[in-house]
Each structure stands twice: as C-alpha cells, then as structure tokens.
C-alpha cells in the first residue's frame, strides 16, 4: 500500500509539474495542495537548514487560514469548500506525504546539531548549525496558530510543547505516560534577609 501510494504521489507531481502553477494557493484543491507542497520541499530541501524550511510552511499554514482568494473570477465561487481553508498542512490526513517529507528533514535537521545548544540564523552547513539561534519561536507559533485552541489538533499540539518545554519530555514514550496523577503542587515560602515572609511561589 505504501508503495502504490508513493507511485501514485510521484504520478501526482509529474502531472501537477507539467501544468501552470497557480499563482495563489488558495486556489487549489487539498489533494492539489497537498502535491504542490511535496514538489516545493522536494526543490528546496538542500537549499535550506530544516527550521528555515518550517518557518516557511508555518508561513503557507497562515496565508492558507488568514485569507480568501482575491481574483475577480473566483469570487462566486467562494461558497466551495476548498476555498475556505480550515485544514491543517501539518495535521490532516489529506497531508500525509507532505507530512512525511517534512518530518524527514526536521529529524535529519535536529541530527545535525546538539540538543543542548541553541539554534542559528546564520550559515547553513550542519557544521555551525550549533551558533545560531532558531528562527522557530514561540511567539511564531502562537502567531502562526500552532498554538492555543483553535482546532482540536492544535489544542493537542500545545500541551505535547509545554510538555516538553516545561517537563523536558522528549520522546513519545515519555509523553504516553504522563498522567494528572504525575503532576504535583508544590509550595515555597519567600523569606526576606531579616525573616519577613512576602508570599509563595507555586511549582508543579
């Protein structure tokens, strides 16, 4: 099956390659869309750093929901589905292919550098990936829709962050067993240099 798929999604993108691409891609199809971006990480994916390639498809994921066509021929069309952009590039099945080629860069990305060092902005060999910082932050995402509560996948998305921003689980394991159980309250005085007390700070 995956084999047939792949076959299929090559034929997909040597007749979608053969065609003018629409200059607005609000215009296409999901199917469409979804081979339209698997050609566009195929072009450029030894031309970018991984996190240079997100932000870009974070960019599409926005222009997709923040807006309509704005052609004059298909402005009584508007009523169509596929005009109103509700899915998400990065979480609905209809993705899957251009999810699987993004995820296989990111992962090589993340390869090529130690965790525990900031990301960079400058140079592009895995050589000085370490001396950058990302151009992926929270502030992006949280403008970008990635996070918050807008869909319930996007809900999901921002508790696996915080997870892993706050608890600094990892892996797909340590977030399968976290549980309400695991997560406790804990309290500490804040005591001045002379004794006074001035209130409490709260931990989990």
Do not use: M
């Not at 691409?21 to 215009?27: A, E, G, K, Q, V």
């Not at 309290?187 to 700070?201: F, I, L, Q, T, W």
């Amino acid at each position: 099956n995956i084999r047939l798929r792949n076959l299929s999604l090559n034929d997909n993108e040597n007749n979608l390659s053969k065609r003018l691409y629409r200059s607005d891609p609000l215009l296409y199809r999901a199917d469409e869309l979804n081979t339209a971006l698997c050609l566009f990480i195929k072009e450029i994916r030894d031309l970018y750093d991984g996190d240079s390639i997100y932000y870009l498809c974070l960019g599409i994921q926005y222009y997709l929901r923040e807006n309509r066509p704005l052609s004059s021929t298909t402005i009584n069309r508007l009523n169509e589905g596929h005009f109103y952009r509700t899915e998400s590039i990065f979480f609905d099945s209809t993705f899957v292919q251009f999810q699987s080629k993004l995820h296989s860069i990111l992962v090589r990305f993340c390869h090529h550098r130690d965790p525990s060092r900031p990301l960079s902005i400058r140079g592009t060999t895995s050589s000085n990936l370490d001396d950058r910082p990302s151009r992926i932050e929270e502030e992006l995402l949280w403008e970008a829709k990635q996070l918050g509560a807008h869909t319930p996948w996007v809900l999901l998305n921002t508790i696996l962050y915080f997870n892993t921003k706050y608890f600094f689980l990892k892996t797909v394991n340590e977030h399968q067993v976290l549980s309400f159980s695991n997560v406790r309250r804990h309290y500490k005085r804040n005591v001045g240099p002379h004794g006074e007390e001035y209130g409490k700070s709260v931990y989990l």
